[in-house]
């Protein structure tokens, strides 16, 4: 199969669809793997390192489109992007599709077959390609909290760990998955007060037994949700609802009854964010404020770590990738975890909780590919 890899155009994004070494394991199973020039020096790999392992260069995205059976990528494709897929090409990529009705429209329009690393489900449950980057937005979360709690930054100017005699700031992470124990275990590190809410019990056991009590964890409701941030200094936004729009649980009442220099961290940005008051930001302009309120809303996190988080998503892309390029759309008809990706074929829309987030017909996985 012919797999080209283009550079990433979104704001502030470094990071590269394949390294060297996933292009290395492709091309030695015959595959042939077209790189865009300088796709990825954002992560530190280069030209050469590409040509080493096998792969050829090409100058522009636009041949990249061309040319390729299957385009890999690491976030949703651009209007421009979208508008060069072709029909039977495939796309594999996060796409965050449930906040993004234009990217929608043009997807379908496209007669692609578009595959979401966020909604392929593993072979035990799970989302074993959104977890890598999940892991890493979470401690990254806690970072930002961090340095935007500054009054430098326009925070309340405390510090996360205290000192002697001076109390730790108080980091509330709502939602107790991938991202929120990620926050809350780098939070706790630097010393912070963490609480953690959560509306599944069992969870809720399973992380005081991963803390040894050293956060606290609550049930979460409208009531306790409410308690808890009103006296915190950082709020993440850690809820996900695979595929669909995440629920807004913070209003704009509560936002404007926070204290003032609090910082939220909305990581469920790209799936429209789940404060109500959150709107995406880029890392060139990554915060804003309401009520006085710093608002961190970073849609692609993990970009900034770029070497780091490609590395880690592609140990969990790549076998996906290697039975794609073997297999074809076959790889999704024998497998319906993987099927579970499917987010647009042939023109339809084939994701229950996009189609429920845009007002949208959405057709099943299976029957699409029937």
């Not at 959150?278 to 710093?294: F, G």
């Amino acid at each position: 199969m012919k797999i080209g890899v283009p550079k990433e155009i979104k704001n502030h994004e470094y990071r590269v669809g394949l390294p060297p070494a996933a292009v290395r394991e492709l091309v030695g199973q015959g595959h042939e793997v077209a790189i865009e020039q300088s796709a990825g020096l954002g992560a530190g790999f280069t030209d050469s390192d590409y040509q080493a392992a096998g792969a050829s260069l090409v100058t522009s995205p636009e041949q990249i489109f061309a040319e390729s059976e299957m385009v890999v990528k690491v976030k949703e494709p651009q209007p421009d992007e979208c508008r060069q897929l072709s029909s039977g090409q495939l796309l594999f990529t996060y796409l965050h599709l449930a906040a993004d009705r234009l990217q929608t429209e043009l997807l379908i329009d496209s007669g692609a077959t578009c595959i979401a690393y966020e909604t392929v489900a593993g072979p035990r449950g799970g989302l074993p390609l959104l977890a890598p980057m999940s892991e890493i937005a979470g401690r990254l979360a806690a970072q930002a909290g961090a340095d935007y709690l500054k009054k430098t930054h326009g925070g309340r100017g405390v510090l996360m760990g205290g000192v002697p005699g001076v109390p730790p700031a108080k980091v509330v992470v709502v939602g107790g998955g991938v991202v929120g124990y990620n926050a809350a275990r780098v939070a706790s590190g630097m010393g912070a007060q963490v609480v953690i809410l959560d509306r599944s019990l069992d969870r809720l056991r399973q992380l005081d037994e991963l803390f040894g009590g050293s956060v606290t964890t609550v049930w979460s409701n409208t009531g306790t949700l409410e308690q808890q941030v009103l006296d915190a200094d950082v709020i993440v936004g850690a809820v996900l609802i695979p595929g669909a729009a995440a629920p807004k649980l913070i209003g704009r009442d509560l936002v404007s009854r926070l204290h003032k220099g609090s910082v939220m961290v909305d990581v469920a940005i790209d799936q429209g964010g789940c404060f109500e008051t959150s709107r995406a930001t880029t890392y060139e302009d990554p915060i804003y404020h309401v009520d006085d309120v710093v608002h961190y809303c970073v849609a692609n996190m993990p970009g900034g770590v770029a070497r780091s988080a490609t590395l880690a998503l592609t140990n969990a892309t790549l076998p996906y990738v290697l039975r794609l390029a073997n297999e074809g759309v076959n790889a999704l008809r024998s497998d319906d975890k993987f099927a579970l990706g499917l987010n647009v074929h042939a023109g339809q829309l084939t994701h229950e909780g996009v189609g429920q987030a845009l007002d949208m017909v959405a057709i099943s996985p299976a029957q699409a590919l029937m």
